[in-house]
């Protein structure tokens, strides 16, 4: 059965052509297709389905909780509305994120290389660490007025200290004997950190992109619940305030939708980098 | 077969003393070299009075009990380490220096493979060191070293690894990483190879083989080498000379030269000149970890 031998090799593992024996039959492609799509989309029915049946059969007031369908038709009646806000949104998170993996580099790779740099960071590091960020929002908002810094700077602020701890981990997680080698040849730190922890650290690094791109998201819509003009977080604060329940979740739906493609590509671009690394970091 | 004589070069017996006259003395001297460590406060002396020198083209296999200083003795002689006394030349230069001109090439326990790069990316990485892409500079480095014996895809090819050039060191076994290892140090084209036991995490069976790999690769260009070893019958066919070294504090037990013609073979490994030299260095190494003299 090709169902058993999927069952004991891992994505990626090469077989020689000689033990794989007969390719499976040409339905087996649809079949393992089915297999790993099917359970999701059965999840997602289910609960959907049970959403919508709950709030129908419940008669739960539209003011309160609405049916995915009038969600979906909210979403149907104007998508520009919802794209708009949503590209003004991406785009706070974007620069906020960037301006994290830069400061966060440019830190992890001074404290890597000196003790000193070590020890004056990782303070600062950990009181970022255990301040609630999102409670900043009104102080910033008070602080950077109604543009997008405000939203750029939250979005920095959430996404910096797990791409800090990443780089930090990545850059020093180099095998001490490859370390030696690059050292019997005379090496310099520069051609160790770009040869040796540079590539060394892509797998944390993406990771943490990976977590920091919902987290970027989240701290530019909560940096615009309070003071925005555009957005999808101004949309959910404006439509709340109207009772406009169907708008609110419209906005939610456009903010997960977003994140997913967002996650996506950056997991397409994980695959393409890391096919090297010998443990998938999505597998683990 | 005549009895050969066990040289002891302990402590103040010192064999540096007359360095072999090897083309313009480029050899390795070690000349009453001393070595301690810190470990929670306490000092421990890695390395007392070693003095040992290995001969231009000569195979030198080091040997000893674990802690004997055999992996410090060989980072001394390779720069990695600075001796705390005594003095240590390779050739005309000093370690430092000859580590400075890529003159050693170092081949570790563990493969030490980067992943991300495939087998010939990794065979071609220490040529590759020193020559950043924006920094390349012409005629130096590797086309001074660019001779035949060094091409890597021929070393690969000799190991039985020429047609996975363009593989990850993820989809080689165990020994066929380790022969990447060895043909990244051959492809250098330094003069000097260092290797800290390249065979210990290997099974016994391609362990065997490997010998007569490294022999193999070794035969064509003939360089210096510094093998340090934990088992006997691999000192014995791949040596010049097996350096038995004692612990506590590491130093030079006693020396035996091994008489084997070359090129080596594997019969040779049943002949009664084998089993001499092995039992020699058997009762030797048995006298260092009895912390006596044989």
Request: net charge positive.
């Amino acid at each position: 059965m090709s169902g058993n031998r999927a069952r004991f090799l891992r994505r990626g593992d090469t077989v020689p052509a000689a033990l794989a024996g007969p390719r499976p039959p040409g339905a087996g492609w649809l079949r393992r297709v089915v297999r790993t799509v099917l359970p999701g989309i059965v999840a997602f029915a289910l609960l959907f389905g049970g959403w919508e049946f709950g709030v129908r059969y419940t008669h739960i007031p539209a003011t309160e909780l609405v049916a995915p369908s009038a969600i979906f038709r909210e979403l149907w009646r104007a998508p520009g509305f919802f794209a708009s806000n949503a590209w003004v949104t991406l785009q706070e998170a974007f620069w906020g994120f960037l301006v994290a993996f830069g400061v966060s580099i440019t830190a992890a790779v001074l404290v890597v290389h000196s003790k000193v740099m070590d020890r004056a960071l990782s303070p600062i590091v950990v009181m970022f660490q255990v301040t609630p960020i999102l409670a900043l929002a009104p102080p910033l908002a008070v602080w950077l007025g109604l543009g997008p810094q405000p939203k750029i700077v939250m979005a920095a602020l959430v996404t910096f200290v797990p791409f800090f701890t990443n780089a930090i981990v990545g850059f020093r997680a180099i095998d001490p004997a490859t370390y030696e080698v690059m050292r019997s040849v005379n090496a310099s730190k520069l051609e160790i950190f770009l040869r040796l922890r540079v590539p060394h650290s892509l797998p944390y690094l993406l990771a943490a992109t990976r977590v920091c791109t919902g987290l970027a998201l989240i701290g530019a819509v909560v940096a615009e619940f309070f003071n925005s003009s555009a957005g999808l977080g101004n949309i959910i604060s404006a439509a709340q305030s109207l009772q406009q329940q169907n708008v609110v979740w419209a906005a939610i739906f456009t903010l997960i939708l977003l994140g997913v493609v967002l996650v996506g590509a950056v997991t397409v671009v994980q695959h393409r980098l890391l096919r090297w690394a010998e443990v998938d970091p999505d597998n683990t | 077969m005549t009895p050969r004589r066990i040289h002891r070069a302990v402590a103040d017996e010192t064999r540096a003393s007359s360095p072999p006259a090897g083309p313009a003395g480029a050899g390795i001297v070690l000349d009453h070299v001393n070595k301690h460590f810190f470990h929670n406060g306490t000092a421990i002396i890695a390395l007392a009075n070693v003095s040992l020198s290995v001969a231009v083209g000569e195979f030198v296999s080091v040997i000893g009990p674990s802690g004997c200083g055999k992996s410090t003795l060989l980072r001394i002689i390779g720069g990695l380490l600075a001796p705390d006394g005594g003095r240590v030349r390779i050739g005309d230069a000093t370690p430092a220096e000859a580590r400075a001109a890529k003159r050693f090439g170092f081949v570790p326990q563990t493969p030490a493979l980067l992943p991300w790069r495939s087998v010939a990316g990794n065979v071609t990485l220490l040529r590759d060191v020193g020559r950043l892409p924006w920094r390349r500079q012409a005629g130096s480095g590797p086309e001074a070293s660019g001779d035949a014996a060094s091409d890597p895809m021929a070393l690969l090819a000799q190991v039985g690894l020429g047609s996975f050039a363009r593989s990850l060191p993820r989809e080689l076994s165990g020994g066929m990483q380790q022969r990447v290892s060895l043909v990244r140090a051959f492809a250098l084209g330094s003069p000097i190879l260092l290797m800290d036991e390249p065979f210990a995490a290997l099974d016994e069976i391609t362990r065997d083989a490997m010998r007569y790999q490294l022999l193999d690769i070794w035969g064509q260009t003939h360089k210096t080498v510094v093998f340090v070893t934990h088992s006997i019958p691999e000192a014995v066919i791949l040596s010049d000379r097996v350096v038995t070294m004692a612990a506590r504090p590491g130093r030079v037990a006693s020396v035996e030269e091994i008489t084997l013609a070359r090129p080596r073979t594997e019969d040779m490994e049943d002949s009664e000149e084998f089993s001499f030299h092995a039992h020699h260095v058997r009762t030797a190494l048995r006298a260092s970890w009895e912390g006596r003299e044989p």
